[in-house]
């Protein structure tokens, strides 16, 4: 079973701005975040895990973790891919770095159902999260 990681979104305000973030790294090269100690169960979490990424204090979207690597300075490189898939969003209070996030209790992405809700902009689906209508 995969494990994965969540990770506060810095700076980010809603999904939309946290998208563009990523697209514009994208372009520059492999998109990668910075840690100081290699994760202990990195080998449950590389290739099949995500980072699920905390937005106002909701999990909203999570990357696939592909990789982990070398990055200057010793510290570790988490390398992900920018798409950002959206999930059903859930709250989850702020942390510092990141965390695992058991398989199990990692909430459903938003695409693929019948609901539609995959189709609709980020910031929209942000907002009916928000007021708690999915």
Do not use: C, N
Request: net charge positive; no cysteine.
């Amino acid at each position: 079973m995969a494990l994965h990681l969540t990770k506060v979104a810095f700076g980010a305000t809603s999904v939309d701005q946290l998208a563009d973030r990523l697209a514009l790294r994208a372009k520059d090269g492999p998109v990668f975040l910075t840690t100081r100690y290699l994760p202990k169960r990195h080998e449950e979490v590389a290739g099949q895990g995500s980072l699920f990424w905390i937005v106002k204090h909701q999990l909203v979207a999570r990357s696939p973790i592909l990789a982990f690597g070398e990055a200057e300075g010793g510290r570790v490189a988490i390398h992900i891919d920018p798409a950002l898939v959206i999930v059903q969003s859930r709250p989850k209070r702020a942390h510092q770095g990141w965390r695992y996030l058991e398989a199990g209790d990692a909430p459903a992405d938003l695409g693929g159902d019948a609901t539609g809700l995959a189709g609709l902009p980020p910031a929209l689906v942000g907002k009916l999260a928000e007021l708690a209508l999915i």
